[in-house]
């Protein structure tokens, strides 16, 4: 029985979704926030593909055990930083050297 003065909480966006995708992803956030994220992810196609791509790249990082490039880290660190910056959907961009 919903209480009728306890209302659900709004949709998360998906700014909100970025910043916190990776903790997710990871099993690092709390039941309500993984609830919220989840139905996000089930709701929008565009954070369900980065999700996706995200959980990809996991895979094939842990399964691979040769140590990694510190270059392509770099990389994937910047992509995810600017994911967080701006959302999902926007087209990644390599800084300038």
């Not at 039941?31 to 999700?51: I, K």
């Amino acid at each position: 029985m919903r209480l009728p003065w306890r209302r659900a909480p709004r949709p998360m966006s998906c700014h909100e979704v970025a910043a916190v995708l990776q903790a997710f992803l990871d099993d690092e956030t709390d039941d309500v926030a993984a609830r919220r994220v989840a139905h996000h992810l089930h709701d929008c196609v565009r954070c369900g593909m980065e999700a996706a791509t995200y959980e990809r790249i996991k895979h094939s990082v842990g399964r691979d055990r040769r140590p990694l490039d510190p270059s392509a880290v770099a990389r994937l660190r910047r992509f995810g930083e600017q994911l967080a910056a701006s959302g999902p959907g926007t087209p990644f961009q390599e800084p300038a050297p």
